[in-house]
């Protein structure tokens, strides 16, 4: 696997620009910002990890992650997917503690594979991980090539509107009503996912969300199946007729214990809207 270092000075305006606030903005928002990066860079193919440094006289350190996604010769965009807040970067004397002879002060660099390696386990240990999603792998603790990126909708994965939405609807699965409590016990008290249910192509600039009517409960089995088409994901109405509709394999032989399952699954999920 290949990683880059790619280092960031915030004293200087001429070179690489890096608007931190906007792209910081960007990442909360959607998961990920596009920015473009510099020319100087050594060639390196889409995918490729980039580990982002401070190497400014007061702030000096780790302090962001993402993936090349062209070069700089198709243009030179790059996904920035987490970006620590300012002033809580990584500081520099812990790299070099925990990474000896990282190229830190080299504008950009290709890692070795060991110093990639103590890297991401240094990255896991500061990074903050997702308090919405913490299943989800914190971006950058695993390589970029061990994962599938999917852009969901940046309302599912904020942490406020999360809370309210369950406040306000309870924890059972909306499609389903699997409730994570009443399975695992405490361990799963309060887990759930929460899925959008306002159509992408609705979104207007003006649009401002209502955690309490925009967002519904839903496990992760039907968020993804939700999520199968797009742009306008399965709403939990016509998941939940799916779901009866589904209720045995094609060809299986159904016993009489199964079918008054069904029907006991049918009453409680009630009548479809």
Known sequence: MTAIMLGWNPDLREGWQFAYSSVQDAVHDAGFASVRWPAVVPPVPPGTDVWLVLQGANERGLFGHGTVVTTPDDGGLLDVDLLLPRGEHIPEAVLFGRVPGLPFDDGAAVLTVDHEQLLRAVWADYAPSSEAHPVDPTAGTLPASALLRSRVNRYEHDPEAHRQSIAHHGSSCTVCRFNFEETYGALGAGFIQVHHIVPGPQLTADYVLDPLTDLVPMCAN????????????????????????????????????????????????GPAD
């Open 222 to 269: 039907c968020h993804e199946m939700a999520h199968l088409r797009a742009p306008n994901p399965y709403s939990p109405a016509e998941l939940r007729r799916l779901l009866r509709g589904s209720s045995s394999l094609r060809g299986a032989v159904v016993s009489p214990e199964e079918l008054l399952s069904q029907a006991d699954a049918q009453r409680i999920l």
